[in-house]
């Protein structure tokens, strides 16, 4: 399945219905500028669609990550604890945040594909 984009820039990619990655988009780290400390989710809590399930901090600013879909956080990546810069360097590849187990598929619908995210993108800015 293609990403998909939500209005607070981050980004979903679910290969399974069941199952997603998320990270924040290339224009949030652009925005953010040099990424210095990620506060990831918690694995096996459960949020809620557009809940915040954590913070992403730069030299500029602190920014919060919500959840793009309901569900289940399933793994987190440890990598980016330990080199937050990855979310500068790669942030749709080795700077994933986390894995969420998708509570409702359906939910994936509501959100931005690539024309629509660099169309919201270029009238936000």
Request: aromatic share 8%.
């Amino acid at each position: 399945m293609a990403i998909k984009y939500t209005p607070e820039h981050e980004w979903i990619q679910a290969d399974d219905p069941q199952q997603a990655v998320v990270g924040i988009t290339a224009h949030a780290q652009d925005s953010l500028g040099d990424v210095v400390f990620v506060d990831l989710p918690e694995v096996g809590r459960t949020y809620a669609k557009g809940e915040t399930a954590g913070v992403v901090e730069s030299v500029k600013a602190a920014a919060d990550l919500y959840m793009p879909v309901g569900g289940e956080v399933l793994e987190v990546n440890e990598a980016l604890r330990g080199d937050p810069s990855l979310a500068n360097s790669d942030p749709t590849g080795q700077g994933w945040f986390f894995k969420v187990a998708i509570k409702d598929p359906a939910e994936l619908e509501g959100l931005m594909d690539d024309a629509a995210y660099a169309n919201f993108v270029k009238e936000n800015s």
